[in-house]
Structure formats: structure tokens, C-alpha cells
């Protein structure tokens, strides 16, 4: 995977000073060397079509570094891309930037949100950001619990992947102080911090427990072991006691990337999950159910893919 920051921006005067004309500028758009990311800023085609939305939010970034009269301060889900953090479902060309008193007028492609530009930040490759607790209270109170939950899980996990370990509370607290201080949506973003669980090891992970909790299961037990033959452990990625189910939300990538494969083939791979669910449900008699990332449009559709397992919420019996 390329690193966005590696991605490199050319300036139209650069072009220009080059020889380049207008035309031969709109050429090189047209056919996909370079793709306009900011006015007057533009980035390897190449690169660029190698990135997520994520990498894509930190090349617009920086580009609006670039051009931007003063540094800016980068805030909410772009702070969230700059630290490294997964987002979902967001297109990455409208930055994110917190300003100390409101401004006059508006520029394209950016959003600026009013608060404090002496505390709560952070630099990272050069860019100066909102500090990671700031950034999953700032993000949770302004944007959907989908994206807030992502960030905040990830932003966890990253500390580590123990949910007792006492650096994982340290930010979570760090994050409540931030959230407490908020004039609008405290309450909305204290809600996400005390949901955020690092446990989750997908995006897809993080919105199928939110979506589980609005059908209305009980907060589901995150990577519960499963002993298997010869002490073997499995984990299972959701455990739904109250109506003795288990849940798995299976990313492409656990059959497609060689990470994740070790050596097998995807047909192989397919063959080791299926007999490992076998033996779980074999020894638990626990319900297993299956969803992806096209069961995740919403908690209605993730809903109508549990009930083909027969695995539905107590008070929808």
C-alpha cells in the first residue's frame, strides 16, 4: 500500500514554469497523470488511484497545506485520517479545520469548525492536528455514530488490543475530559467514548456491534475463546449470549490477502473456517451467523441477515 504521504503534489505554477500550457495541463488530467486535488494542486494519478479514502483525505490535506495563508489545524475524521485512523463511508475531499474565532466568507472543499488552537494538538508528518483524544470527541459529537464508533475503536486499538490495559483507559478518560468540555454534543460524544472498544479489529466489526446493539441484542462480548482440539484457541468475533449466538463479520481480506492467508489458498482458507465453525457450533450448540460488508447498509439489513440463521433479538420472539 503506498503511503499518502509519499504521494507527490505538483502546483499549476510548477507546470506552468515547466513549459506546460493550459491544454497540455488539461491533457495530462484527461488521460489521468495528474488528478486535480485542490485548485491549483495536483496529484500523481497513479498514486492517487492507489489509495483509500483515508490516504485520499491526507493528500487533500496536504494540499490544502500548501495553499492555506496560515497553517491550518486539522480536525474531526481528517485529523482522524492524518493519525492513521480508518473512516467509513466518507469521500476525502472536504478537509476539516478548527479555527479560534469565526471567519468571514468560505473557501471550497473545506469546513471549518470554531474552537481552541493552543490546546489539544498534535503534529504529525509535518501537519498540525487535533491530539487523538480530542479527535474521537470531536468526531463523535459532529458525525454519524457509524464513523465515531470506527474512529474511536480504532483509535483504541492502536494503544492496544487489551481492552484492560491501563493506556487504553488513560485515553479513553483523556477523551471524556475532552468530550465534557464540549458546548453542543457532550453527551452525544461521551456515549461513543464509553461504547469504544478496542477489541474490534475491522471497521466492519466496529459498525456490526453498533448495529447489533440498535436490533437489540445486548452488547455483544468482543473475540470470545473457544477452546478447540489439542488446546487450541479460537476467537469468535461476537458472542451473543443472550440468545446463545455467535457472529462473525467476515472481510474480504481474510480470504484474498496474503496476510491474512499464511501460505494457503483462498479455497483452503474457506475450507479451515468452515471446519472451525463446524466445531464450534458442534460443542457449544451455539447459532453461527455470517455477514459482510453488503449486510452492513444499515441495522435492518444486518437484522435480515441474522434472521437466516434464525438468530434474532429475545424481543422479537
Do not use: C
Not at 59 to 65: G, H, I
Not at 111 to 135: K, M, N, Q, Y
Amino acid at each position: 500500500m503506498i503511503d499518502p504521504y509519499d504521494v507527490e503534489l505538483t502546483r499549476t505554477s510548477d507546470l506552468t514554469r515547466a513549459g506546460l500550457t493550459s491544454r497540455q495541463v488539461q491533457k495530462l488530467i484527461d488521460d489521468g497523470t495528474f488528478v486535480r486535488v485542490r485548485r491549483g494542486i495536483f496529484a500523481q494519478g497513479k498514486g492517487w488511484s492507489e489509495l483509500r479514502a483515508e490516504g485520499r483525505m491526507v493528500v487533500v490535506a496536504r494540499a490544502w497545506q500548501m495553499s492555506a495563508g496560515i497553517e491550518p489545524v486539522f480536525s474531526h475524521i481528517t485529523a482522524a485520517a492524518l493519525h492513521g485512523l480508518p473512516l467509513f463511508r466518507t469521500g476525502p475531499h472536504r478537509v476539516h479545520t478548527v479555527i479560534p474565532e469565526p471567519r468571514k466568507g468560505s473557501a471550497p472543499g473545506v469546513i471549518r469548525h470554531r474552537g481552541a488552537t493552543d490546546v489539544g494538538l498534535t503534529t504529525v508528518r509535518g501537519l498540525v492536528v487535533t491530539d487523538v483524544a480530542r479527535t474521537i470527541a470531536d468526531t463523535a459529537r459532529a458525525f454519524s455514530a457509524e464513523t465515531s464508533v470506527i474512529v474511536a475503536d480504532a483509535a483504541l486499538r492502536a494503544v492496544s488490543t487489551d481492552h484492560e490495559y491501563p493506556g487504553v483507559e488513560l485515553l479513553r478518560a483523556r477523551a471524556r475530559e475532552v468530550a465534557a468540555s464540549l458546548p453542543r454534543g457532550s453527551a452525544r460524544s461521551q456515549r461513543v467514548i464509553e461504547f469504544a472498544d478496542p477489541r474490534a479489529q475491522l471497521p466492519g466489526e466496529s459498525v456490526s456491534r453498533l448495529y447489533l446493539v440498535r436490533l437489540g441484542f445486548a452488547v455483544p462480548r468482543l473475540q470470545v475463546m473457544v477452546v478447540g482440539p489439542n488446546g487450541r484457541r479460537f476467537f469468535v468475533d461476537f458472542g451473543l449470549a443472550d440468545v446463545n449466538a455467535f457472529g462473525e463479520f467476515d472481510g474480504d481480506a481474510k480470504y484474498t490477502d496474503a496476510a491474512y492467508l499464511g501460505g494457503r489458498t483462498t479455497q483452503q482458507a474457506l475450507l479451515d473456517e468452515k471446519w472451525r465453525e463446524d466445531w464450534i457450533r458442534g460443542t457449544t450448540q451455539w447459532r453461527f451467523g455470517r455477514w459482510g460488508s453488503a449486510h452492513l447498509g444499515s441495522h435492518l439489513v444486518l437484522g435480515t441477515r441474522l434472521a437466516q440463521f434464525g438468530i434474532v433479538p429475545r424481543s422479537h420472539r
